[in-house]
């Protein structure tokens, strides 16, 4: 049995949480284990504003504050000759980070992804020692050791499934058959050019699920600062409850829409090779976590989850009965993709089509429309500042006037629906209020629909 492991930012940020999490994975009676795991908590904002630095006396100091940051935390971890041979790895690693960071070329597009993804480097080189001190054949990996390859535009990477696993068959798997447990880095994979690419931020959820897919692992475990996949972010609602177990499309939707727990494109990997994740607290790891599957079975809950994705704005364009006009709807999408801009929702009326995207994507988004001949659109109408609310519950969409109470909830909430978007998934009810609304409609929902049942 494969177990791939993931511990995030927190989970490694000190030594204590190092040492913690070192014995989660001793403890753990999966016959073979592979690591993955995130920079140490903070390092990599402080990486992408290192990033931006162009002094090269702040980056200097910048470069100290890093190496302080990670070897203090080692040496409070190993002594003697494991330090020593840390050392060794370090000087190697730190060199090379040293160089990017004073000479690398800024006008590279890929220069941030370069920088960014330093912290990895760090983070798994000491848990490697520290498991190494307690007895473990461990080794510290790249993912270019092991064979993550990647595509895509800067700082939004995806991996190269089928590449990565012919690579790991080779690379990685006859150590993991051994039985050596590998540590890797997380959140990037390699461009063909040799160079890093990030997946995004948090993407080391997803380097973990395409690292289980490539090794076909028997288990992804996502181990992190909560309790497991909860009924809502309990930053924003400390009341919100573990669930048991989800689907693979109820993770899907509410990790695509905003449940910060797992990075947007975790699922896709393991669900295609029907490997179950579960999601678990490294500070409580006795706690059974979430487990996420193909769920079969159906629950009473009417609402399981909400998920918030803020920060998005509602393009209007008006051109008459552009209903029966599909050219020209197929020509303004057309344009937006050609900025890969992501489509949250869309709807139509007879003389207007709508669509949900990101606040970054509106000026690009202006721009490429306004290529579109003037006589073809009438008006655009920017709605800022909105978020897109997603619930999802087995029942939601099959139970007779559920929305209507969703709705009324939002009601109570004083605030206005914008957009709605219902059938579009099985399993979510997706709709758009005011961000100056949202946490009180989710309040609302959260109290009406779980608190309310327990
Ligand atoms: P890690 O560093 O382990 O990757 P993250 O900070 O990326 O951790 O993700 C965990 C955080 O996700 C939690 O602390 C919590 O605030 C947030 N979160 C948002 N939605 C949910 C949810 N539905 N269930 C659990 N956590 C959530
Ligand atoms: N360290 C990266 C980030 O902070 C990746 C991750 O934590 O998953 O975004
Ligand atoms: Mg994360």
Partial sequence: MITVMKFGGTSVGSPEALKRVANIIVKHESQKKVVVASAMSGITNFLVSTSEMTNAKEKKAAIDTFNDKHINTAKKLFTGKILDEFMKEYDERFDKFKSIILDGNKKDPYYKDNVSSQGERFSTLILSYVLKSMGV?????????????????????????DKTETLMAVKLKP????????????????????????????????????IANGLNADMLEIWTDVDGFMSADPRMIPEAVRIDEMSYDEAAELAYFGAKVLHPRTIEPVRMKHIPLKVKNSFKPEDPGTLIHHLGRHTNELLKSVAVKT?????TISSAEIAYRPKMVARIIEKMSENDVIIYSMSTSLSTVAFLIHNNDVKQTMMKLNTIDAADIERIEVKNDVALICAVGDNLLTTCGVSGDIFSAVKEARAN??????????????????M???????KILHKKFVSDKQ
């Fill in 137 to 161: 054949d461990s080794v510290a990996m790249t993912s270019e050791d092991c064979g993550i390859c990647a595509e895509g535009k800067p700082l939004n990477g995806c991996a190269v499934l």
């Fill in 175 to 210: 150590l993991v058959d051994a039985g050596t447990v590998p540590v890797i880095t997380g959140f990037y994979g390699m461009m063909d050019d040799d160079k890093p690419l990030t997946f995004g931020r948090g993407g080391s959820d997803y380097s973990a699920a395409v």
């Fill in 311 to 315: 920060d998005l704005c509602i393009i």
């Fill in 417 to 434: 629906v914008e957009m709605i978007s219902e059938g579009a998934s099985d399993v979510s009810l997706n709709f758009v209020v005011p």
């Fill in 436 to 442: 100056s609304k949202v946490t009180d409609v989710i």
